[in-house]
């Protein structure tokens, strides 16, 4: 396995930290541990030891009073080694044994016992002798003597060891099976991982037939999610792509066609002279087809390069709706619409005036293109309370609703047989509008659709647009 996998580092962090938190147990625990139970040994060794003194405060007064015996006495009864030592000098303070509850004669004097004797207060503490701890109380009586009671107590901190040993075995089992937990956790995320991984290369590859799945319910999830969203989208533009190359590949060899074969019929001399103006007629109408196109494809371009030049000035939408009606005028009589333009005073605009009228040339021509014959075509324009608005109303049968959503994506074009066009002019209209910081709204059902433009009247930070991509 390599070290620098998810995996391994998933693993080696939950070692970590259950080896964290177990040094964290055995340091606030043990230490602890062993002090209160010393404390409380040397605890009960002090009342013991006070018991001794009271006893032989009374028993002393005895004319019989043997210390030794007493000393042997108190031991077995209490069960702890009982020394007493008494001063031979002051200054410096010396000590000698007098009696030793195991009748061993002189010792030297313990540490604890000194300690006792020249601060003239109980002393009590922990000394080793061999390999085995005692506890040590000693009490200075009358300023004569000193009494030593001290017992083993290492019983007590083989419980310590004991309690040292169960966290250190646990702890063992702890890490062991945390790298159990981290490893088989790892192997799972690793393999959603590589899920996600061949995905991303099947997404790369061009191959957006395979939906990104993952039935988690955490980031992982998300992510997967995110991927099979960009999938769709990816595979949408892949579609899109597809059906506007053969849309602007029909819409170009069209024309281009029809100039071929008039610039060949016209080389015939025996062509009369209404003939020839017929055919430059026709010639000059494909030239301007493909002049359109291409202008479409250069906006879009300067749109996503975002590099489209925009002057803002107060523009006149009554003006421009006026002016539109007046230029699709005969258009529309030739194709037996009616254009009426009703502006409202006062709808004024902070944007640019040729691309506001660029927008409206691709609402008003896409009104007239795709409606029947009759429809009655309205250009009417309102002041609102942050700008104004310039709307195409149309009389025609409506968009369908699966096609609102859609009829301002790039290379869109509805299903019918009146629809025509590269399916650019709305795309290019919504972008035109988002970059002066406006937008356009669609109103459509039977009998009545409404295009709004809507612009701003002071200066709107705008946010360079996204191109928009067929679902």
């Known amino acids: 396995m390599r070290l620098r996998t998810v995996g391994v580092k998933l693993s080696l962090a939950l070692i970590a930290l259950v080896a964290g938190a177990l040094a964290i147990v055995y340091v606030a625990v ?3 541990l062993e002090n209160r139970l010393v404390d409380g040994r040397i605890s009960q060794l002090q009342r013991t030891a006070d018991a001794i003194v009271t006893d032989y405060t009374r028993e002393a007064e005895n004319p019989d009073f043997l210390l030794q015996d007493f000393v042997s006495f108190e031991s077995q009864l209490r069960g702890v080694r009982i020394t007493v030592y008494q001063y031979l000098s002051e200054t410096p303070v010396f000590l000698q044994s007098l009696a030793d509850s195991r009748r061993l004669g002189q010792s030297e004097p313990d540490a604890i016992a000194q300690r006792a004797a020249e ?16 506890g040590e109380v000693a009490i200075p009586v009358g300023g004569l003597y000193v009494f030593l009671v001290s017992a083993p107590i290492d019983d007590t901190l083989s419980t310590v060891t004991l309690v040292r040993e169960r966290i250190l075995a646990a702890g063992l089992i702890a890490l062991m099976a945390a790298a159990l937990v981290g490893f088989l956790l790892s192997r799972i995320f690793a393999q959603r991982i590589h ?6 290369e099947r997404i790369a590859g061009g191959r957006f037939d395979e939906p990104v799945v993952d039935r988690g319910a955490d980031e992982l999830a998300e992510l997967a999610a995110a991927f099979d969203r960009m999938r769709e989208r990816l595979a949408a533009l892949e579609r899109a792509r597809r059906e506007f190359i053969a849309n602007a590949s029909h819409e170009l060899r069209t024309p281009i066609f029809a100039l071929g074969g008039h ?4 080389t015939d001399e025996d062509m009369d002279e209404e003939t020839r103006r017929d055919f430059l007629a026709e010639m000059r109408l494909q030239v301007e087809r493909l002049t ?3 202008t479409d494809l250069l906006d879009l371009s300067r749109l996503d390069a975002g590099r489209l030049h925009v002057e803002f000035a107060p523009v006149d939408l009554g003006e421009i709706a006026g002016s539109l009606a007046a230029e699709f005028g005969g258009v529309g009589r030739g194709r037996d619409h009616v254009l009426e333009a009703e502006p409202e005073p006062g709808a004024t605009a902070l944007a640019d005036e040729e691309r506001v009228r660029q927008i409206g040339r691709i609402l008003v021509e896409n009104a007239i293109l795709h409606t029947p014959p009759g429809t009655e075509i309205r250009l009417t324009t309102a002041e609102t309370h942050d700008g104004a608005e310039l709307r195409v109303e149309d009389s025609g049968p ?6 609102q959503q859609q009829i301002f994506e790039r290379f869109y074009r509805g299903d019918g047989t009146i629809t025509s066009g590269s399916g650019l002019g709305l795309a290019i209209a919504k972008e035109l509008a988002a970059v002066m910081g406006g937008e356009i709204g669609l109103d459509s059902r039977p009998g009545r659709t409404v295009f709004t433009l809507k612009l701003p009247s002071s200066p709107t930070p705008v946010d360079e647009p996204e191109p928009v991509f067929a679902r």
């Open 195 to 200: 899920r996600l991984e061949r995905a991303a």
């Open 119 to 134: 601060h003239l207060r109980t002393s009590r503490g922990v000394v080793e002798r061999g390999a085995t701890h005692f």
């Open 292 to 294: 359109k196109l291409a």
């Open 398 to 403: 409506g968009i369908p609703g699966g096609d």
């Open 263 to 266: 610039v060949e019929l016209l």
């Open 30 to 32: 043990v230490p602890t």
